[in-house]
């Protein structure tokens, strides 16, 4: 309306002065930037609001885009999540800004961070319930599934595509077994150090001998082969040996659960089962019988553990073994004995365990362990 009266009163000024034009340019700078900082200050606030917004949820941007989406669903196809975790999976990478999910599956060191800040934020909650410790759990699920997805797809079909310096087990055709590295892998085969025996001699097989070999690679898979030794060579300080190149690599089923190496005083005693009818389930009770002997965990995982002692159980038994795996908290642990064998160096017997049941808070300890999480 200003700038409207203006045009019609200057129209009728028979002399029109160059100073009037001077006022109205002034006066029109100055409603311009008084509109413009109106402007910036709205924008400034509903900024803030944005931000306060993202805290509680940082994707709600780009949680609606159809390229995230798409490979959400992806990865809980590759991975094997149930709808649980693929629901988890999916609020997990909206919190920490993960705009493009399949890259958590190529990049372990993004993916270690995701799950561990994952894992702390769950952590900090107090007093902790029983939700947070379900919440540990799908976690942890899914790096699992998400791991394992990671060894499917590493597998390698020749031995050329092996690293230098990986461990291998050289079999005879005695069955005998000789561990050795893989110094060099080179065109021409493996180039291996000779093994030794337990008297520190020299493992020389004749040449063209057809031997096993057994390796695991860094992702966690194992595999064995045929092939033949086929020459040796001096270097500057000791001989080689060079092993022939296979293209037929047989890859080793996979654990479902990895295991921790370590060793961890126990308790256990043996366990009566007994089956309760509830309606169409049947629910497994374990009755401790009193009696405790002592053991040593050697590794664990979330699904069994191996365990040396000088008292072993039957095969078949189920046992309940007490320990306390952060060194704070009381662990229970329920579960069948798979095998027993002899322990090495005549110190016992070893015992393998398939676990029947556990509490989840100690679930998620043994996970913690694994993933090198820190206490769970």
Do not use: W
Request: hydrophobic share 35%.
């Amino acid at each position: 309306m200003i700038f409207l009266g203006l045009a019609q009163v200057i129209p009728y000024n028979t002399s029109f002065d160059i100073r009037y034009m001077f006022f109205i340019l002034a006066f029109a700078l100055v409603i311009a930037v008084i509109v413009g900082a109106n402007k910036y200050n709205e924008a400034k606030k509903s900024g803030s609001k944005i931000r306060k917004q993202s805290s509680i949820r940082p994707s709600a941007v780009f949680v609606q885009n159809r390229s995230f989406r798409k490979e959400l669903h992806e990865v809980s196809k590759l991975c094997g999540f149930d709808n649980n975790q693929a629901d988890f999976f999916a609020k997990l990478c909206s919190k920490y800004r993960v705009l493009n999910p399949l890259y958590l599956l190529r990049n372990e060191k993004i993916l270690d961070e995701v799950f561990s800040q994952a894992f702390q934020s769950l952590k900090s909650i107090e007093p902790t319930t029983k939700e947070t410790e379900l919440s540990k759990t799908i976690l942890f699920r899914i790096r699992e599934s998400i791991d394992n997805y990671r060894k499917s797809v590493a597998l390698i079909s020749s031995t050329r595509n092996m690293e230098s310096g990986i461990e291998i087990i050289l079999i005879t055709p005695q069955d005998e077994q000789y561990p050795t590295v893989v110094l060099e892998n080179t065109a021409m085969g493996l180039m291996c150090r000779i093994p030794r025996d337990g008297f520190d001699n020299e493992i020389r097989l004749p040449i063209r001998t057809k031997v096993g070999l057994f390796f695991t690679t860094e992702a966690g898979q194992s595999y064995r082969c045929t092939t033949r030794i086929i020459r040796y060579e001096s270097g500057s300080r000791e001989t080689y040996g060079i092993i022939a190149h296979t293209d037929s690599l047989t890859a080793l089923p996979n654990r479902k659960h990895d295991r921790l190496e370590f060793e961890l005083s126990c308790i256990f005693q043996k366990v009566k089962v007994a089956n309760i009818v509830n309606g169409k389930r049947t629910v497994h009770k374990f009755y401790p019988t009193g009696k405790e002997y002592s053991g040593v965990l050697l590794d664990i995982s979330a699904g069994g553990c191996s365990m040396q002692t000088q008292y072993p159980p039957a095969q078949n038994d189920y046992i309940e073994i007490q320990c306390s795996l952060d060194r704070k908290s009381s662990d229970t642990m329920t579960g069948k004995v798979i095998s027993i064998g002899d322990a090495s160096h005549g110190t016992g017997f070893l015992i393998h365990i398939k676990f029947a049941k556990m509490p989840r808070a100690t679930m998620n300890r043994i996970f913690s362990l694994i993933f090198n999480f820190g206490d769970a």
